[in-house]
């Protein structure tokens, strides 16, 4: 992968391993530039992937469906993904952020990937240097990266080394024939949180100057 679409930060900065990334139409696609980045993935020191997305969920799936193409390629818990969303802006998404005709898929399905095989790279060359073996000789899995002689770390106990190693010219997708995640039904991440309506996923404003209609009845059904 072509690292001009990407950022990583030091630790010092975000406290762990930051990914930016770029999604657009193909159509549209350009080369991006700091200002352009409107994704972001986070591997935090205590285990927690956060993915930073301008999309919306209204019941879709999409933070379903965006967390299981993330943790497909990199090889880690779906359900550990913590999906944050970004305030509406214009100039950063333009149409790209709305959530319609399944385009959170479609511009997001490259690109997140990608991001999710740099990261997982990075975090490879930073346990390859810890356990003083070749990279090759290394596999992640489940957020847990294991080598020869029982070596073993987890991804946040390698974020921010991982973040001062060289993102790769190029990272290795994965082979579609080898996906665990994506192409499976799995179960969706917000239907608790959704369906037993906690107060802070309502949002209810009011102006002085709405008013309601409303229609009087009377107390009991044989009332004139």
Request: charged fraction near 20%; aromatic fraction near 6%; glycine fraction near 8%.
């Amino acid at each position: 992968m072509n690292r001009r679409g990407f950022l990583r930060t030091g630790a010092a900065v975000t406290g762990g391993l930051l990914v930016g990334f770029e999604f657009t139409p193909k159509a549209s696609a350009q080369t991006a530039t700091l200002a352009k980045l409107n994704g972001y993935v986070h591997i935090s020191t205590y285990d927690v992937v956060t993915l930073l997305i301008g999309k919306g969920e209204m019941g879709q799936g999409t933070i379903t469906s965006l967390s299981q193409i993330l943790a497909e390629e990199l090889d880690c818990d779906y359900k550990r993904i913590k999906t944050m969303f970004t305030p509406v802006d214009a100039k950063l998404y333009g149409p790209m952020q709305g959530t319609f005709g399944s385009l959170s898929v479609r511009t997001m399905y490259t690109p997140l990937r990608q991001a999710g095989a740099q990261a997982k790279d990075m975090l490879m060359q930073a346990a390859a240097q810890k356990f003083g073996v070749a990279k090759s000789d290394l596999r992640a899995e489940n957020g847990i990266i294991t080598g020869p002689n029982s070596a073993r770390a987890t991804f946040g106990s390698l974020a921010e080394a991982a973040a001062k190693m060289t993102p790769p010219q190029t990272a290795t997708l994965k082979d579609p024939k080898n996906f665990k995640l994506v192409g499976t039904s799995i179960k969706r991440l917000d239907t608790r949180r959704r369906s037993t309506a906690p107060r802070s996923s309502v949002s209810i404003r009011s102006s002085p100057a709405c008013c309601t209609p409303w229609s009087p009845s009377a107390p009991c059904s044989a009332a004139r």
